[in-house]
């Protein structure tokens, strides 16, 4: 989620674009903005750079172990142990 601060700041550049009439508004517009902005970013279901970051490492682990298990499974089709029977239960030499 947003942090508060950055909201407040979207919340206060908002309100300063006003015109000058508009400026004795500037506490409630701040208040409308900052609520409408907050259910606006909640809905979206936003996860912190943390949290993304946190995710990129266990994809990234994850890859490295699929690609070595993949590795492991191309050596072992590739060299055919003494003993081992193909598909057809013969026996390979």
Do not use: H, Y
Not at 27 to 35: C, F, H, I, K, S
Not at 43 to 58: G, I, N, P
């Amino acid at each position: 989620m947003l942090d508060p601060k950055t909201l407040d700041d979207l919340a206060r550049r908002f309100s300063e674009s006003l015109p000058s009439g508009v400026k004795e508004l500037q506490q409630e517009v701040e208040r409308n903005v900052r609520g409408t902005l907050q259910s606006t970013f909640n809905r979206l279901d936003l996860v912190t750079r943390e949290e993304f970051d946190a995710q990129a490492k266990v994809l990234s682990r994850t890859r490295d172990q699929l690609e070595a298990l993949e590795a492991r499974v191309q050596a072992l089709e590739e060299s055919p142990n003494p003993g081992q029977t193909d598909r057809n239960d013969q026996k390979i030499d």
